[in-house]
């Protein structure tokens, strides 16, 4: 701006005197401020291209590994992936505090990955698990020592659970907590009816859902599908949120698919840049 308004008082200052040195040196400083002119007029142009042309958004990709804790072998491979991908551990397992210690160290996101009751198999629940059957003095309580299990937590999903988390009102106390303690939560969509996202965003808990399992049928061809089927969702809405689990298919998968991830236009991020109220 300082510079074109002093061009412009040059042009228009008048000098009335036209002996033909002065008239000579008119000519040359008009020739200087034509150049001028255009150097400036090149700059206001290509700023205002810079405006006009934000930086290209990439749809966004974000991947929780759940079910951590019991096999360190396999854990030891999530934790060589992309930092970006989120380790969600099994509270009170052999190596969940050493896998939360290294992600913490990576700056990984570390998530509990809370035991939920669920319509089978509770068998399968492991320790620490949480039943509809507990008052709530008794469920917030395991839920607390789950979440203390975990050094470094930032925020929780659920195992299982395609029966408590259609449950409003245990939903209601499971989410009052993570409030209260500052965790955020990702619907890992156990059942379709599952109101527990719906209730942490109610509450105003940071939240997200799970939209694709990358390995209920453990077999590469099926994993390579549904990670096909990852980024049609993240192109279609800007990001998608897949969890998978520490199965050797799975991770030999990721491990290719990761590494052109960038080249195919996407953004790896880490669970933690998608959740929101
Ligand atoms: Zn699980």
Request: net charge positive; hydrophobic share 40%; with cysteine.
């Amino acid at each position: 701006m300082l510079c074109e308004r002093w061009l412009f008082q040059a042009i228009l200052s008048k000098n009335t005197q036209d002996s033909r040195e002065i008239l000579m040196f008119k000519a040359l400083w008009k020739v200087v401020v034509f150049i001028l002119l255009g150097v400036c007029g090149t700059q206001a142009l290509s700023s205002e291209r810079d405006n006009s042309h934000p930086k290209t958004i990439r749809p966004k990709i974000a991947i929780i590994i759940d079910d951590l804790g019991t096999n360190w072998k396999n854990a030891n491979k999530v934790l060589s992936l992309p930092w970006q991908v989120s380790a969600s551990i099994l509270p009170f397992t052999q190596y969940a505090n050493k896998i939360a210690l290294i992600s913490k160290e990576q700056n990984r996101a570390i998530l509990l990955h809370a035991p939920m009751e669920a319509e089978k198999n509770n068998q399968l629940l492991g320790p620490g698990a949480l039943f509809l059957s507990m008052n709530p003095w008794h469920l917030l309580k395991q839920l607390r020592q789950d979440i203390l299990d975990i050094p470094g937590v930032e925020g929780v999903n659920n195992h299982m659970g395609s029966k408590m988390t259609q449950e409003l009102g245990t939903m209601r106390w499971v989410m009052g907590l993570l409030k209260w303690q500052g965790l955020y939560f990702i619907d890992s969509r156990t059942s379709d009816q599952s109101v527990a996202q719906q209730v942490a965003q109610s509450m105003g808990i940071e939240n997200t859902r799970r939209n694709v399992f990358l390995d209920d049928d453990i077999d590469s061809v099926a994993i390579n599908k549904q990670f096909d089927r990852l980024e049609q969702l993240a192109t279609k809405n800007g990001s998608a949120v897949a969890i998978g689990h520490p199965h050797d298919e799975t991770l030999r998968v990721l491990k290719n698919r990761l590494l052109g991830l960038e080249q195919s236009g996407y953004e790896l991020v880490s669970i933690r840049d998608l959740v929101k109220i």
